[in-house]
């Protein structure tokens, strides 16, 4: 049976063996997947380990996307603008590196009727997070793209690298110049509890709010967006099942369907 992995640390409350088992028993696929702590310094010799004993492919989560994105022989477009490869595969002796959380997070806006194309979008945070969406978000064709930042001078080193007129930056406090349709959280203020401070005047009725964190309750962000009045406000549980389906589709050429699984995690969510 083909194996595949999730490689992380910490890697105990990662869902990806429960979403990735769910999209084989849809789809009909045989396959193993399980997941596996890595300890700091020892992603590359786990992951050559696991090519050893026949893994056909892995996820990557925190802290080795970086990592991963190195020890590619190749990598997508999308994993090199992103700066980290979260999906890997292993074929013929060389290692494939790919990067699907934009993809995962554009889809996640599409299944929720979120409209893109012609649309101005907010981003907050220039790291990790927020790189690895802009060009999956560009390939929808809105019409502009602020990145807002804490520290401007990552916003504004970050757009360099696109080189896209629909990308600019500004400072938080600038925020308010303009109007949105779409804010996305990709801070990771909300893992700390606290809010990225955009001002409230933002948020109308007609503005989508999206978090890429998601948890039991609302994060303070989405909480804060809904009330200040927010036509809609989304958490990133989508966004995950959906990387998931899109490295699926990767590895097994098939596209799972997302929903049910998005609806079971949100049931257990709220049990926990
Ligand atoms: P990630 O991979 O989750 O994006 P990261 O690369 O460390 O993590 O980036 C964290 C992002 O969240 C940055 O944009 C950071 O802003 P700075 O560049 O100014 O540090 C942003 N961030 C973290 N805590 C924040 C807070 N309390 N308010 C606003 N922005 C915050």
């Known amino acids: 049976m083909d194996k595949y992995l999730v490689f992380g640390n910490p890697i105990k409350q990662s869902r990806s063996p429960y979403i990735h088992q769910s999209f084989a028993t849809t789809t009909n696929q045989e396959l193993n997947y399980q997941s596996q702590l890595a300890e700091p310094d020892e992603f590359a010799t786990a992951v050559l ?5 026949g ?8 802290p080795f996307k970086e990592q991963a994105l190195v020890l590619s022989d190749e990598v997508t477009e999308r994993a090199r603008l992103a700066g980290a490869v979260n999906t890997l595969t292993f074929d013929n002796g060389k290692i494939y590196g790919d990067n699907t959380d934009g993809e995962g997070l554009v889809q996640d806006l599409l299944r929720n009727k979120v409209q893109l194309a012609n649309s101005n979008i907010l981003l907050l945070g220039a790291g990790g997070a927020a790189k690895g969406v802009i060009l999956p978000l560009l390939a929808q064709h809105p019409s502009s793209i602020v990145i807002a930042n ?4 990552k916003a504004q080193a970050l757009i360099e690298q696109f080189n896209d007129s629909r990308l600019s930056v500004c400072g938080f406090e600038q925020t308010s110049a303009k109007t949105y349709d779409l804010i996305i959280n990709a801070t990771s203020a909300s893992l700390s509890g606290k809010l990225p401070t955009i001002s409230s005047s933002l948020i109308t009725e007609n503005t989508v709010c999206y978090d890429m964190v998601y948890g039991k309750a609302l ?5 804060w967006a809904k009330a200040q009045g927010a036509s809609k406000v989304i958490d990133g549980l989508g966004m995950l099942v959906g990387q998931a389906a899109e490295s699926f589709r990767v590895w097994r050429g098939v596209k799972p369907e997302v929903e049910t699984v998005i609806e079971q995690l949100q049931a257990t969510l709220a049990q926990e």
Do not use: E, Y
């Open 49 to 53: 380990q696991f090519i050893a004993n």
């Open 55 to 62: 893994g056909k492919g892995a996820n990557v989560t925190a």
């Open 150 to 153: 804490r520290t401007l001078s």
């Open 219 to 223: 994060t303070p962000f989405l909480a």
